[in-house]
């Protein structure tokens, strides 16, 4: 059935020929009964089409290896940067990464194996994800699940993701944020690591603008407020998290900086003037 889809994947063509292979799920009729390949194929300059509807499917083997251990999930908002308690805006793409090794069940014809999604418990309102999977080029064990939310309420929410693997074992993973609106800067979560450190450490911070170009600067201070070092970096954020900024932890002059504790500021400018700066404390030591 059109609606029942027992897999979906992507094979590379090479000299024109391509294979695949995957795990049938055990949500299937077993008795006998004809099934179709729908196969699509593209390249730069021309793409295909063509299907088959003369594949037998039913039945079982007891060949079949004992499988007990449910899918690993990678669950991000935007893009791999993002951690439990982030903050983002109010149109956040859900982003899940999915490994089993037999294979992701996206038939959706058991009750209660669909690919789901719950947010903030809220399970009359479950989504339904089976048709936002994507396998990965010439496997059935790993894929991923894009799914776009729209105007989100400002404030904290929580997400539970749940899959099935091909034996039905499931797995969920839950994580928090906070939406914040855009119309104003807002960086949260900022922070160094490692800290303490000797020769070296990396910042980060987390703010709202996702997609939007930011100017970064960063001062360290002593205790007294002598400035040391400035760091000066353009970021260009597809999330709402920022890449790491390095230091090797020697001032503006290449000097090593005494042993202690530091004061520095995180100011960031976005491309449209807006600007939110916070203060944080490291330490060195040597």
Known sequence: MRNRV?????????????????????????????????LYAASTTEDAGGAFDRVIIGGS???????????????YLNDMNFVSGGITDEDPELLVFVWDSNGVNTTGSGIGHD????????????????DYYESDTDSYQSGTVRYPFKSLEAGPHSLTFKVWDVYNNSSEETLDFVVNEQEKLILDHVLNYPNPFTTHTQFFFEHNQPDMELDVLIQVFTVSGKLVKTIEQHVNSTGYRSAPIDWDGLDDFGSKIGRGVYIYRLKVRTSLGQTAEKYEKLVILN
Request: aromatic share 10%; no cysteine; proline share 3%.
């Open 61 to 75: 083997t007891d060949s079949a290896g004992n499988d007990t251990e449910g899918p690993d999930i990678k669950i």
């Open 6 to 38: 027992l897999y979906r994947g992507k094979a590379t063509v090479s000299g024109g020929l391509f294979s695949f292979n995957f795990i049938v799920p055990r949500d299937i009729a077993y008795h006998y009964g004809y099934g179709k390949l729908s």
């Open 115 to 130: 690919i789901t999604a719950i947010l903030d418990r809220n399970s009359s309102q479950t989504i339904v994800l089976n």
